[in-house]
């Protein structure tokens, strides 16, 4: 019988992109709105206007979207794309002004594909 290996905080990511990308002319802007609506299609959300997160089921998924979103970088500007294990995301502090705001939950159900 094949057993799929146990979930873990270390085997479980997080896909953290950043980016600064130029938005000077109508076509850079329209490659900068390409770009965030194409994270948004992969199941990224928003975290900040430039900062789009998703959570990974292991390793091997995470390097798929990253394949996937190198494809995608505009010919100009910045992207970072950071990889943390669900152990270090849990560590996440967030504020809104001066008050915290909840951690966020892992989501539910796990994307097998």
């Known amino acids: ?14 896909l953290m992109v950043m980016f600064d990308l130029p938005v000077g002319t109508k076509k850079e802007r329209k490659r900068a709105t390409g770009f965030r609506n194409r994270l948004l299609d992969l199941g990224f959300e928003m975290s900040q206007f430039s900062v789009y997160l998703r959570h ?30 669900d152990k270090q995301y849990e560590n996440t502090r967030t504020f809104r002004g001066r008050n915290r705001e909840p951690t966020q939950k892992n989501p539910n159900q796990l994307v097998l594909f």
Do not use: D, F
């Open 56 to 85: 990974c089921a292991g390793k091997e998924q995470a390097e798929t979207y990253i394949r996937r979103i190198e494809v995608e970088i505009p010919p100009a500007g910045k992207v970072h794309i950071v990889q943390i294990t």
């Open 1 to 14: 019988m094949n057993r799929l290996p146990a979930l873990s905080g270390y085997r479980i990511m997080w």
